[in-house]
Structures are given as structure tokens and as C-alpha cells.
């Protein structure tokens, strides 16, 4: 890289010189070796920043402007903040010397100015960082750009896109940086409770959609926005950093410490490993990832996980001027309409080959190189920086923001890519100088010549070597993907002291609320309550942290708050009114799953603690001897391949990480928050517990009602009175109420209370009886909603897949990004309880399951880009029907929550040898599952197929598709989903796929061929089974024609079916015209 102050290779470039709001200062006659001293360096270094940066700093707010030319009053919130590391990065480097002349002053606090003054322009918009805590969209969010002398908002959200998570993450990550260095940048209680309700905005990057860094969102460039892998990256990176950390720097007290919620950092690591190495649905990379993998942020812990996304950026953006945003980015093309904000459809097509290139980002890569002590890299991109920069009059680099194809050389460089010259943006409409360039090649020129060092400019550590990563502690996951092999502290906690001796005749030793004093015992919601004074202040108008749940990650911590020691116990054991509390068998198994998933996420120092919470309740009747079993399995020291140590309360806690929540220090005229703790059930003295005799699961009769719904739907409403008052069927009362319910509403009087009541009693009576049927049947009249729903499907969402909720054959409601849980009960009850009312609440079972089982193993939904509910559950149902065999099979409705779970896990798992292929295309295509590159092949076949696809009604044409999209994105392959969406028989829907495989394998290997029209895929499976009919009858006369012997037919082999499905696709393809081919293998000479 040609140093700052280097005169560059001729020809010479030069731009002339803006006007300077800073006077620059004397340079001081030093002595001078015969080579150039350390003083010399940095004057060097000091008169280009402060040409190149300083010189365009606000006097009044200390922001930058995106463009230096006078008419520009725009400054953007990222690129201000890479112009105050500059500034910070060169103080750095001064204080090596004794007497710096005032400059690591003045540089500091050139620094310390934009920081506040990003600072003052968000503390103004304090009403929309409340408004985006309850609601975070894209009309209710922190501007990104404002006013560069004012600080006012510029652009309205319908003019632009102000929803970027990586800005005000970007902002959070230098402010802790710069802190940690010693500057003081923030001053008081006000601006302390302000960051941290930033940062429960940043807290939920993982499920909101946002512009990205470039400010477009998708990348077709239409309104919409996206989940971005750079912006939940830079979240990951900010709540690391600031969790934990005092904003006063050394001169802090308590109250001056920022809060990170331990479990919403693990959703974004999670959510940032399931999305890369891509960058979004639409951007299978970008550039934006850089600064995300690695300075500033070093979000990814997986070295592998680094590489690989490293190594496609490279692949993909790498041109000889830089690198490209992303594939077919318009921005600043010479055919980008620079009047209209959005583009048409198909247009990014235009942009492909001629992106503009961006020498911005081989300066990241050089840094990075630094960084990872990798001379190489660096070596590499200075020499592929250096012909690309051009010298200001001073004789200071300048660094184009880009390079261009101009209009007349478009043709010749789309017909020979890398051919044609690009022309920098210098002398166009984005001005002389590109700030952000000129900041960040300032910081890696100060890294390349050794006047600072990366932990100078990284004092918290985001980037740790990897033979360090062991010695370095950390508050969250920079300790790499280093196996994990913590021991889980389990204190097993009775609800009484009968209890207590009554486990004790067991062998298994507990404690009580009251034996553990003065340690107190909370459910999480109490503990929720206590959050929800961090960070209020009445003149912003902040309410503090939303109501939110603790995961199991935060309740494996313990508390001082307001004086007293607390421990919580984990969101399993809290009481629900949703009936799958009341299956002790799925207790268990999120018992083990909750420790399952605390082993494997727990990175901080200090042990996890686990209350294990055992009410009465749990050991009635057959509860009693899986919960036995369990309780025995942690005396031994493992449960379920995790490592435990029981152990009384009072001794755990040495081991345990202490949280101080002192933010509830409270004025003394203020009302102290009243708090519940868990309290011991207070029994009458000596009494015992009774072991109820064993409830085996009902029997199917018991389920089945004694009446014939149609036969009561129109009855009177006093006969139905009537035969409710004489029935002692639980699933037939159910029945009559859910008509009275409908017909009359839920407060209309019976014998027994209104309506809801008299359902409400059912569905108790019915849990404790264990009628699952009616259990489910009386929920879903009562529109009862599981906990944890929404976090659920976004579980499924950041995995890259979509969810549909709806009843299998019928309409479906597809979710693409997270909702609230009203709207998913909206859904689920509009979509299901028409056709069966006990749907509404299995399907939420489902969710709940599906989204526990995607986080923890998501190689069992590989190949499934869809999640859709409804199919899934007509999986579960087919799957009982070949258990079965030739007898009944079992319903699923009347099967418990534990069973049901376990089903799903059979059926999701890769299809078992020595099943019927019948049976397999059925369960594989009710689970809409696909083979490995099967969208790929989709893409090379819509190449080839001018008019596009046709099956079940639904067109795939090739164009707008292939102008639009490339064929890695995931929005390709969702729309691929799309078309597929209207087949009803999952085994046919099967041999669709089958079919779409071999017209790519035929169209492969006869390159001369391609449709003619469009191809009819039905038509070609109709053939197929016409002909594999005809075959049959030849062989067996006394066959009869069934399309079921086709789908239980092997796909390879003589007659297997893909050779039927060969022959219909030659014959399509035979019938239409060949293609000239330059090289026909058929020509003799």
C-alpha cells in the first residue's frame, strides 16, 4: 500500500483542494535522522487525516458528511462513526510520544465530538426507540441519516431506508472501544439509561428484517426488507462487547453498568451461524459481511464458519478494482436511473457483470490480514490497492468510493468480462472524496506500518488469535467452537416438607423454600419484573426493558437484588394454563433438553445452576416413576449425556456467576418493587403424601363421544341444556358446549356457570383423566395459546425456511418473518378450527416441538425448505397407519403431548430401508423434502425451457425469474416451493421432484436439446404412468390399471420409475426442434 504522504506512481492523478473548516497547525522543526523518526511518522499521518478527514467535521455536531461539496447536508450514522476511528486510532498512535504538541487531545476529542454527536441526534428520536421496543418496524425506527450541521432528520421513511441494525450496533461496538481506550464520552444517568435501551433494540436482531448496510433490503431493490447476517453480526458483536461494562470507563459506580439479556445474545449467535455464509434470502453473499467476520466486529467464532464465508466473498465479489457490493448491484451503474428509488422487475438483470467496485473493501481485507497476522493478505491487497488510489495537491492518497463501466464500453464488457477499463468515481456526482475510504485506509495504514497495534484499536478483545482462546475471558462466545464439556449444577428444590420425606424414603435428598433461606427462590416472572426498571427514565419517556421471558441461560445465574440472593428456576417448571404442562413425560424431556441446550451454549466463566423444581403434583399416579427415574439419573451424575452435580443450594453457589442487579437502586422516597418468591406449600403438620392410584392413559372408547355432532347441531337449545345435565360422557359435554358456545357465546348460563366455565371445568377434569382428545377439542374452544409460540417460528424462520399453518388439502398461511403471538393465534384459529377444531391447538404443539428440535438438530430438517404444519401432521398420521399395519391405527388426537413429540421425531427421520417406496414418497413428501442441489437443477432446467414450468395450475416462467434471481439465493428456491404449492397428494408431489431430476440429468447430458414450450409437468407424469400401465398389462393380463403401483415402484432399475419419466421427457424434447449446435457430434467433417 503506497504510504499517506508517497508520491504515486506516474502518471500523476491530483484533485484540488476543498476548503478546510480546521486551520492546519505548524509543522515543528525537529531534528532528522537520516531516517525518518517516529514524531515524523505521525505528523505525516496527522496533516492527511486531518486533510482527508478532519477538515470535513461539523463545527457544531462533529458529524461527516457522506459528500465534502458545499450543497451536501447529509451525514450517515456509519460512515461518521469510521471517520471518529480514525481520528481515535491516530490519538492512539500519538500517545507513544511524551509530548504530542496537543494532538492525541485534539484527536481524542475530534473523536469523542461525533460519538456524542450521533449520541444527540438518536437521544431526539428517544420516542421511536420506545415505539421500536414494542413494535420494530420499519416505520418506527432511528433514523440513520440526519442533518450534518443540525442534526435534524433528513428523509422521511417512505424516502429511505432508516432501519439498519449494523448502524446502531456499529455505534454501540466503537462506543465500548473507545471507552475501553479512556475516553469519556458518556457523561450522565439520562444518556447511561439511553444506551441501554438501545441496546434491548439491538437485543432483537435476530428476528427483524431490516434495509442492511446498504440501505435497500432485498436485493431486488422493491421496499422490502430482509434478515441480514451483517446486521444480527454486528448485533452479536455490540451485546458481547457491552454486557457488562461501564459507560463511566474507570471512574463508573454500579449504576453506570449496561445489561445484555445472556439469552437474546445466544438467539443471535444461533440465528448468525443458521444464516451464513450467506448474507440474506436474496444475497446468497455480499460485502457487507466483511466488517461483520471480521474488523470491526470479528462476529464468528467458527473458524471453518469464517473461512468458508471469507472465501465466497472472494469467489464471488473480488474484481480488479476492488470488490462488488453484491452480484447485480446497480448502485451508481451507468444504467441505474438515478431518478427513481426502486427498480422495475427484472431490471437488476441489466446490472450483471458491470457492478461497480468498491476499493473499500481490499482495505478491510488488508486489515483483516493484520489482524490475523497474515502478511501475505496484506501484501496482496496493497498491491492491489495501490494502482487504484489517486493523490490529492497535498500529496495525501485519495480512495475512489468506486469504479464504473462507462455507458459505451457496457456492451463489450458484458460480451468479455474484466475486458474493458472502469473509471472512478472521483470527478461524479458522489464528489472528490469518500470519507469512509479515507478514514479506514488511515487505520490500516497506522496497522501496516506498526505505529499502532490491533490491540490498540481492539482494547476489548473482539479478535482473539486461536492458540488464545483458552486464556482469554470472555463474557459470551469468543472462546471458539472449543468442545464444551461444563458440568451442570443441579439443586433439586420440594414444594413441602412432606414431600421432602416422602422423596427422602427414596433416597433422593431435596431441599425446601424455607431450608434455603436466606436465599430466595423466584419463578422467572419475577425476575422479569425486576428488568423492568433497568433503563427507565421518565424525561425520555423510556419504559425500561419490554416484558420479556429469561431463557434457561438466564436463569442459570444468580442474583443480588435489593440485598437478597435469588436464584430462578427455568421457564419449564413455570405452571401453564396450556395443557402440556399437565404430560409429566414432556416435563422430562424438556427438563433434559433445557440442559442439553445449557451445555452446549454456556461460555462463561463459572458454572450454570439448575433448579430442579418438584411439586406434588408431578408424582400423582403414573407421573411418579418416570419422575423417579429422572431424579435417580441426577444422583448418578448424568441425564441425557449431560454432566450434573447435585448438591445443596447454600454449597453450589460459590461456584455460580453472580449478577448485581443495582439498578433498582431506588430514592428513598420511591416505592420499593414488591416481589413474590416461590413460597413452600403450607400442609397441616405430619400429614403424608398419597401416591394416587396409577391413571393409565384413557382407552379410545373413553375418548369417543356418545353423541353424533350433526345429529345436535340444529337441536333446541333446551334439549341440548337438557342433555347436557344427563351425561356423564366428558367428550360428549365437550361436544354440547362448543354448539352453545357458537350459538349462544361463552357467558350464556347452564346448570354449572356460563358456557366458558363449564368448558374450563371439562378441560381440567379431562387433562387429569388424560382424554387428550378432549383435552384438545375444549382448548381449542376456549382459544387457548401454548407459551413461546412466536419465539418458535422464528426459530424456524432465522433457519433460513418458511412456515405454513393451515390444515392439510385446505388453505395455508405462509409466515416469511416473525409475527406477534396474537397474529399467530389469529391464524392458526381462522385457518384450522373450520375444519377440526382440535387442529387449532395441535398444530401449536407442533410449533413448539419443531422449533425446539430445528435449534438443537437441524440436520433432521435438511432439504426441507418449507415447514409446513399441516403436512407435517398428515406425515404423523400416515406414519400410524403403517405401524399399524392391517389393524386400526391409533388417532394422533388422542395420543399425549410426549407421544405426539416423539412421533414427530420418528417421522422425521431419513426414511428407513425396508419401507415400501409408497410409503416413502408419502412421508417424504408430506414432509416436502428434497434432494441434495434439487433447486440448482430446477434453475439449469428453466435455462433451457423458454416458456417455463407448469405443474398442478401454477407457472414458473423463465422470464422475469432468471433476470431477477441467480440460482444459489434462497428466494429462488422458495418460489420453486411456491410453484409446487398447489400439488394435494404428497406421493405425487414426490414424482414431480423425481421428475424435475431427470429432465436436468437429460437436458445434461444432450446439450443440442431444450423445450420448445412450455412443459407441462403433469402431462409428462401422465405419460409416464400411461406407459408403465401399458408395460404392466403386457406382463400380467389380469393386472389391474392403479396408479399405486407406480408410486410404489423403485425409481431406478429396468422398469424402475424414472425410466418411464426418461422416456416421456425424450419424447417431449424429440418433438419439438434441435438446436443448432456448432459442435453436432453427429457431423462426419
Known amino acids: 500500500m503506497a504510504s499517506s504522504g508517497d508520491v504515486m506512481p506516474k502518471p500523476s492523478r491530483t484533485l484540488s483542494r476543498a476548503g478546510s473548516v480546521y486551520e492546519p497547525l505548524k509543522i515543528i522543526d525537529l531534528p532528522r535522522a537520516d531516517h525518518e523518526n517516529l514524531w515524523d511518522k505521525l505528523d505525516r499521518y496527522y496533516r492527511a487525516v486531518k486533510s482527508t478527514v478532519l477538515s470535513y467535521q461539523s463545527p457544531t455536531t462533529g458529524l461527516f458528511p457522506i459528500k465534502i461539496h458545499s450543497d451536501c447536508h447529509e451525514a450517515k450514522v456509519r460512515d461518521s462513526l469510521y471517520c471518529a476511528a480514525s481520528a481515535w486510532a491516530l490519538a492512539l498512535a500519538y500517545r507513544r510520544i511524551d509530548d504530542d504538541k496537543g494532538r492525541t487531545h485534539e484527536l481524542e476529542h475530534c473523536a469523542i465530538k461525533c460519538m456524542r454527536g450521533i449520541l444527540y441526534c438518536y437521544m431526539r428520536q428517544a420516542d421511536k426507540v420506545e415505539q421500536f421496543k414494542q413494535d420494530p418496524s420499519p416505520s418506527k425506527c432511528l433514523h440513520s441519516v440526519f442533518n450534518v450541521n443540525t442534526g435534524d432528520e433528513i428523509c422521511g421513511y417512505n424516502a429511505y431506508g432508516h432501519l439498519q441494525i449494523d448502524a446502531v450496533s456499529l455505534f454501540l461496538l466503537y462506543l465500548v472501544e473507545m471507552i475501553s481506550s479512556g475516553l469519556q464520552i458518556i457523561y450522565n444517568t439520562d444518556e447511561v439509561s439511553f444506551i441501554q435501551n438501545l441496546v434491548f433494540c439491538v437485543e432483537r436482531a435476530y428476528r427483524v428484517p431490516d434495509f442492511g448496510m446498504w440501505e435497500r433490503g432485498s436485493k431486488y431493490n422493491n421496499g422490502s426488507t430482509e434478515l441480514h447476517s451483517s446486521s444480527v453480526g454486528l448485533a452479536k458483536a455490540a451485546l458481547e462487547a457491552i454486557n457488562g461494562f461501564n459507560l463511566f ?570 409475527l406477534s403471538p396474537g397474529v399467530i393465534k389469529d391464524i392458526i384459529y381462522k385457518k384450522c378450527s373450520s375444519h377440526d377444531e382440535r387442529e387449532a391447538v395441535l398444530q401449536q404443539e407442533l410449533v413448539i416441538h419443531i422449533g425446539w428440535i430445528i435449534s438443537n438438530n437441524p440436520e433432521l430438517f435438511s432439504g426441507m425448505l418449507k415447514t409446513r404444519i399441516g403436512w407435517i401432521l398428515h406425515a404423523m398420521k400416515h406414519e400410524l397407519k403403517i405401524h399399524a399395519g392391517d389393524m386400526p391405527s391409533r388417532d394422533l388426537y388422542q395420543m399425549s403431548p410426549s407421544e405426539v413429540k416423539q412421533l414427530l421425531l420418528d417421522v422425521l427421520q431419513p426414511q428407513q430401508q425396508g419401507r415400501s417406496w409408497l410409503n416413502r414418497r408419502q412421508i417424504d413428501g408430506a414432509l416436502n423434502r428434497t434432494p441434495t442441489g434439487f433447486y440448482d437443477r430446477v434453475w439449469q432446467i428453466l435455462e433451457r425451457t423458454p416458456n417455463g414450468l407448469m405443474v398442478a395450475g401454477k407457472h414458473l416462467p423463465q422470464q422475469p425469474t432468471l433476470s431477477d434471481m441467480t440460482m444459489y439465493e434462497m428466494n429462488f428456491s422458495l418460489l420453486v416451493e411456491d410453484t409446487l404449492q398447489n400439488i394435494v397428494q404428497p406421493e405425487y408431489r414426490q414424482i414431480i421432484v423425481e421428475l424435475l431430476m431427470v429432465v436436468s440429468i437429460v437436458l445434461e447430458r444432450n446439450p443440442e436439446l431444450e423445450f420448445q414450450d412450455k412443459v407441462d409437468l403433469d402431462k409428462l407424469v401422465k405419460q409416464a404412468f400411461t406407459d408403465f400401465h401399458k408395460d404392466r398389462h403386457l406382463m400380467d393380463s389380469t393386472y389391474k390399471q392403479d396408479d399405486v403401483f407406480f408410486y410404489n415402484t423403485p425409481p431406478l432399475g429396468k422398469r424402475g420409475t424414472c425410466s418411464y419419466l426418461t422416456k416421456a421427457v425424450m419424447n417431449e424434447l424429440l418433438e419439438g426442434d434441435v438446436k443448432p449446435s456448432t459442435d453436432d457430434p453427429c457431423t462426419v467433417s
Open 249 to 818: 470507563g474507570n471512574q463508573g459506580c454500579s449504576w453506570s453498568v449496561i445489561f445484555v439479556d445472556f439469552d437474546a445474545h445466544n438467539r443471535n449467535r444461533q440465528t448468525l451461524c443458521s444464516l451464513l455464509p450467506r448474507e440474506s434470502r436474496s444475497h446468497n453473499t455480499d460485502a457487507a459481511l466483511l466488517p461483520c467476520i471480521s474488523y470491526p466486529a470479528f462476529a464468528v467464532d467458527d473458524d471453518a464458519l469464517f473461512s468458508q464465508t471469507l472465501d465466497k466473498i472472494v469467489r464471488k465479489l473480488k474484481g480488479k478494482y476492488g470488490f462488488k457490493r453484491y452480484l447485480r448491484d446497480g448502485y451508481r451503474t451507468s444504467l441505474e436511473d438515478p431518478k427513481r428509488r426502486y427498480y422495475k422487475p427484472a431490471e437488476i438483470k441489466l446490472f450483471d457483470g458491470i457492478e461497480c467496485e468498491f476499493p473499500l473493501f481490499s482495505i478491510f481485507m488488508i486489515i483483516d490480514g493484520v489482524f490475523r497476522g497474515n502478511s501475505e493478505q496484506v501484501k496482496e491487497y496493497q498491491e492491489h490497492l495501490t494502482p487504484l488510489l489517486f493523490q490529492s495537491f497535498e500529496g495525501h492518497a485519495v480512495i475512489p468510493k468506486y469504479y464504473y463501466v462507462p455507458a459505451d464500453f457496457i456492451e463489450a464488457e458484458k460480451k468479455n468480462p474484466g475486458s474493458q477499463k472502469r473509471f472512478p468515481s472521483n470527478c461524479g456526482r458522489d464528489g472528490k472524496m469518500f470519507l469512509w475510504g479515507q478514514a479506514l485506509y488511515i487505520i490500516a495504514k497506522l496497522l501496516v506500518d506498526g505505529l499502532i497495534s490491533p490491540k490498540d484499536i481492539d482494547p476489548v478483545h473482539r479478535y482473539i488469535p486461536p492458540e488464545d482462546q483458552r486464556n482469554v475471558s470472555m463474557r459470551y462466545s469468543n472462546q471458539g467452537p472449543l468442545e464444551n464439556d461444563v458440568v451442570v449444577h443441579v439443586a433439586l428444590i420440594a414444594e413441602s416438607q412432606r414431600l421432602q420425606v416422602f422423596l427422602n424414603t427414596y433416597g433422593i435428598q431435596t431441599q425446601t423454600p424455607q431450608q434455603v433461606e436466606p436465599i430466595q427462590i423466584w419463578p422467572q416472572q419475577e425476575l422479569v419484573k425486576a428488568y423492568l426498571h433497568l433503563g427507565i427514565n421518565d424525561k425520555l419517556g423510556l419504559s425500561g426493558r419490554p416484558n420479556r421471558p429469561i431463557g434457561c441461560l438466564g436463569t442459570s445465574k444468580i442474583y443480588r437484588i435489593l440485598g437478597k440472593t435469588v436464584v430462578c428456576y427455568p421457564i419449564v417448571f413455570d405452571l401453564s394454563d396450556f395443557y402440556m404442562s399437565q404430560d409429566v413425560m414432556l416435563l422430562i424431556d424438556d427438563i433434559k433438553n433445557a440442559l442439553q441446550f445449557i451445555k452446549q451454549y454456556w461460555k462463561m466463566h463459572g458454572r450454570p445452576l439448575f433448579l430442579v423444581l418438584i411439586r406434588e403434583d408431578n408424582i400423582r399416579g403414573s407421573r411418579f416413576n418416570p419422575v423417579l427415574d429422572m431424579l435417580a439419573s441426577f444422583k448418578k451424575g448424568t441425564v441425557g449425556g449431560v454432566k450434573v452435580h447435585v448438591d445443596r443450594l447454600q454449597t453450589l453457589i460459590s461456584g455460580a456467576i453472580v449478577e448485581q442487579l443495582d439498578f433498582l437502586r431506588l430514592n428513598e422516597n420511591e416505592e420499593l418493587p414488591e416481589f413474590k418468591s416461590f413460597e413452600e406449600l403450607e400442609l397441616p403438620k405430619h400429614s403424608k403424601v398419597k401416591r394416587q392410584s396409577s391413571t393409565p392413559n384413557a382407552s379410545e372408547l373413553e375418548q369417543q363421544p356418545e353423541i353424533n355432532v350433526n345429529e345436535w347441531r340444529h337441536a333446541p337449545t333446551h334439549e341440548i341444556l337438557q342433555k347436557l345435565k344427563d351425561c356423564d360422557c366428558l367428550a360428549s359435554q365437550a361436544i354440547l358446549l362448543g354448539i352453545l358456545l357458537k350459538r349462544e357465546g361463552p357467558h350464556f348460563l347452564t346448570r354449572d356457570g356460563t358456557v366458558s366455565d363449564h368448558l374450563e371445568r371439562i378441560y381440567r377434569r379431562a387433562g387429569s383423566k388424560k382424554l387428550w382428545s378432549v383435552v384438545r377439542y375444549a382448548a381449542s374452544l376456549l382459544g387457548k395459546l401454548v407459551d413461546s409460540l412466536a419465539p418458535s417460528i422464528t426459530n424456524v424462520l432465522v433457519q433460513g425456511k418458511q412456515v405454513t399453518l393451515g390444515v392439510f388439502g385446505h388453505g395455508e398461511e405462509v409466515i416469511s418473518n416473525p
